[in-house]
């Protein structure tokens, strides 16, 4: 009888439809605001059946018209590599690196690594502080939206925010200007090599930690509830963006990542230093050149592929630095057919979805630091995002990048929105119930920008996420 009445319930279509069971959740639609990464390309929206801009890498293409293919060593998986001898060359970087292996496969050497604060940093820094030892909620609220609006502070933020888009246009690091030096921080390296003692120097330039913690214009389309906007400060002369424009972030390149692994002259390094051993099998080391390391990206509070996924695979190819795998996660529960559909089906042999919470705890099975062990070395590149909104949960992951040294060393690039006790955020969308700290870290301004400068002096790319 039960048989009975449920093939008549499918027969009637009944039990065909998954919402009869489920009820899913809703998915996080505001994509992120960003003008400095480009959608050249089209791809038929599954859902709507109408062309949408996408990213050429997520279609297999290098531009409108060159495609992408596994065998031109110009992908990992998931975007796009980079090529020494550029996009256009690929049967002479063969050539090239086929005359360097076998001439003079390696070289050894020392890399020491620092990380250097902007004068601009350094400025917003010293302010949080002053700010917030004001004893008044007013005080402090009207002393941070009068400098952030400030027409000199608005005329560097420009400034900065120019030079940014102009690093983020290509894999290629500009020549270095006084713009570059003034605002933007930067990772100082120097390596020592062979017998001779031969020194090679470089930089590699990344956003400044800011006062706002977030797009330095971010605050201007938020509404406070006594005085319904910050209409007294956001003048005409101020720009406004959403909260969640990602436009201040500079994403680390691929050039930098083959300039680990390769002399100028072309040379495979390994390098002999203690601090280093462990990374001679790859992006350090030995394997950066080629596919030999690997490189993952993780995303802990993903949503949809048009939420935030979208922005990291879109802006690294653009940089020119692809994936082998990616992981996401997320809590909501999603209708999978339309997650699966917005995946470029270029990409989905590489991705990895678990529609689950996440779990502080690394040797916790739903705990990306776990996958982050289990699956890296500190030969690979990892670039990891934190955005749960849960800060009991993303506290004690974050400060194990700090704390913790086997975690440090495997975390390349770092993205995290820390909810903190900001003035503005707690009336735009943050809530007022942010704790005064949270497992040891004081959640206030200060305290919060110099965390996020001790990860970088950790080595590790850290960025404040919107």
């Known amino acids: 009888l039960v048989s009975a009445i449920i093939i008549s319930l499918l027969a009637n279509g009944r039990l065909a439809r998954d919402d009869a069971c489920v009820k899913w959740g809703n998915t996080f639609d505001v994509s992120l605001e960003s003008a400095n990464v480009r959608k050249d390309c089209t791809v038929l929206d599954e859902i709507t059946h109408k062309q949408k801009k996408i990213c050429c890498a997520a279609v297999g293409k290098l531009n409108e018209t060159q495609l992408v293919t596994r065998d031109s060593s110009t992908s990992r998986g998931v975007g796009i590599s980079f090529s020494p001898m550029g996009d256009f060359n690929i049967d002479q970087y063969r050539f090239n690196n086929k005359k360097i292996r076998t001439k003079d496969p390696k070289v050894f050497c020392t890399l020491k690594k620092e990380y250097i604060s902007s004068p601009l940093e350094l400025r917003d820094l010293n302010l949080a502080f002053r700010i917030n030892s004001l004893p008044d909620f007013e005080q402090r609220l009207t002393a941070l939206m009068t400098y952030v609006t400030s027409p000199e502070t608005v005329r560097n933020s420009t400034i900065w925010l120019q030079r940014v888009s102009q690093h983020m246009q290509s894999e290629r690091v500009p020549d270095r200007t006084e713009v570059d030096t003034e605002y933007l921080s930067r990772f100082h390296y120097t390596r020592t090599c062979g017998d001779s003692g031969e020194v090679e120097t470089w930089d590699e330039w990344i956003e400044p930690i800011t006062i706002t913690a977030r797009h330095p214009f971010g605050f201007g389309r938020c509404k406070d509830p006594h005085r319904k906007e910050y209409s007294q400060y956001f003048t005409s002369t101020v720009p406004r963006t959403g909260r969640s424009d990602v436009d201040y972030v500079l994403l680390q390149t691929g050039s930098s990542l083959h300039r680990h692994s390769h002399t100028a002259a072309g040379k495979r390094v390994v390098y002999s230093d203690s601090e280093h051993t462990a990374l001679n099998r790859g992006k350090r080391g030995s394997g950066s050149g080629g596919n030999n390391n690997k490189h993952y990206l993780f995303d802990a509070g993903t949503s949809t592929f048009d939420s935030s996924l979208f922005w990291f695979t879109c802006g690294y190819s653009q940089r020119r630095v692809s994936f082998d795998e990616v992981f996401g996660w997320e809590m909501t529960i999603l209708e999978p057919r339309d997650y699966w559909r917005r995946v470029p089906a270029l990409w989905k042999p590489h991705w990895h979805f678990f529609n689950t919470p996440i779990s502080s705890g690394i040797s916790d099975a739903d705990s990306p630091l776990r996958f982050i062990q289990q ?79 001790d990860l970088r002096k950790k080595g590790i790319r850290a960025h404040i996420w919107p």
Do not use: Y
Request: glycine share 4%.
């Open 375 to 453: 699956l890296a070395s500190p030969a690979d590149f990892v670039s990891f995002k934190l955005d749960i909104d849960h800060p009991a949960m993303e506290m004690p992951i974050a400060l194990s990048l700090l704390t913790n040294p086997a975690i440090t060393a495997l975390v390349d690039e770092f993205f995290f929105e820390l909810h903190f006790q900001c003035e503005v955020m707690t009336s735009c969308g943050w809530g007022k119930k942010v704790p005064r700290e949270s497992h040891g870290l004081l959640l206030d301004r200060p305290h919060v920008l110099q965390f996020f400068i």
